[in-house]
């Protein structure tokens, strides 16, 4: 083999080699997003910076992002955060478990749902990648992932950034009321259950929560994001939950109130019976005619005999 055709075989590898990583990089630049996606695209080729690029909307047609691009897909739907008190609940992602102490020392529990949207405003959406886009938050199962990172690395992220300032607003607004101000069963299970009626308007005072709540998140999410990344923030607060034991406490208590309530309608029913049939015997001593006229209405009909003071002395045909 001449040295001509050789350096023509090495020059077409060569060029074959650069053609296969040019043409991933082609058909890996074009990008699309799902209706419920809006998308950060960060250059990242090998003579490029790692700014951002430009912004995919929701619902785009194929789209050039350039040669290996980073592509952020982050949710453009409203979403939810599920707040509960039962453990079994909290497998889901997004949804929590969060207990919080009263003013009198009851660890309550708390149902409720948080509703909020990302800011798709492109720059906002720029800063927020900046600041949250290009580092990793760790999930419940230990794993470090970035926001953008499906709904485990969304989730992620809420749980660490977001999460603590949605907890010390509960925490703040259910710590400045008794329990028994949020759950008037509470006073069943206190010292002096059943005598406390200064606060059983509970509905009013859960919206109040829910109203301080709201005005807590409003405020403190865009200062520790340092932004207005989160759009429409609202918390809906379903009710509050007593613990376990208290509650098997408070069941306990109801079941045993509702025996002697029993037990004293049966004493009251016995007394009024005594009573009415004491009143109807006075009356015939008064009047023994009145207690003859009684004796025939209670006969049954069809009778054909009736003796007074014979053994027999209600005959009624057969059929």
């Known amino acids: 083999m001449s040295l001509g055709s050789s350096f023509k075989i090495a020059a077409g590898v060569a060029a074959l080699l650069l ?64 707040i509960t008190s039962d453990p079994k609940r909290a497998t889901a992602l997004g949804v929590d478990v969060v207990t919080t102490p009263s003013a009198d020392g009851v660890n309550l529990g708390i149902e409720g749902t948080l509703y909020f949207t990302l800011n798709l405003d492109h720059e906002t959406l720029r800063r927020f990648d900046d600041r949250f886009g290009t580092r990793t938050f760790r999930g419940q199962d230990d794993t470090a992932r970035y926001a953008w990172d499906g709904d485990e690395g969304w989730a992620a992220f809420f749980g660490q950034a977001v999460r603590p300032v949605i907890d010390n607003a509960l925490r703040v607004q259910v710590g400045a009321r008794r329990c028994v101000e949020l759950v008037s069963s509470c006073a069943l299970v206190q010292e002096g259950g059943g005598t406390d009626t200064e606060f059983r308007d509970t509905v009013a005072n859960v919206v109040k929560v829910q109203e301080g709540v709201n005005a807590a998140l409003a405020r403190d999410v865009p200062a520790m994001l340092g932004d207005d990344f989160i759009t429409g923030i609202r918390f809906n607060l379903v009710k509050v939950t007593l613990p376990t034991g208290v509650q098997d406490a408070v069941n306990r208590s109801l079941a045993a109130a509702a025996s002697v309530s029993e037990s004293r309608a049966k004493v009251l029913q016995a007394e009024a019976e005594a009573k009415a049939n004491q009143a109807r015997q006075d ?29 027999d002395a209600v005959v009624v045909p057969t059929r």
């Open 283 to 311: 009356g015939y001593d008064k009047c023994p005619a009145c207690a003859e006229i009684d004796k025939l209405k209670s006969l049954p009909s069809g009778i054909t005999v009736y003796a007074p003071g014979n053994a």
């Open 19 to 82: 053609a296969i990583p040019t043409l991933i990089g082609l058909l890996g630049g074009l990008e699309r997003t799902e209706p419920g996606q809006i998308a950060v695209v960060r250059d990242g080729g090998p003579f490029d910076d790692t700014a951002v690029r430009q912004i995919i909307d929701p619902g785009s047609g194929i789209t050039w992002a350039g040669m290996w691009s980073s592509v952020h897909a982050y949710p453009a739907q409203q979403r939810f955060y599920t």
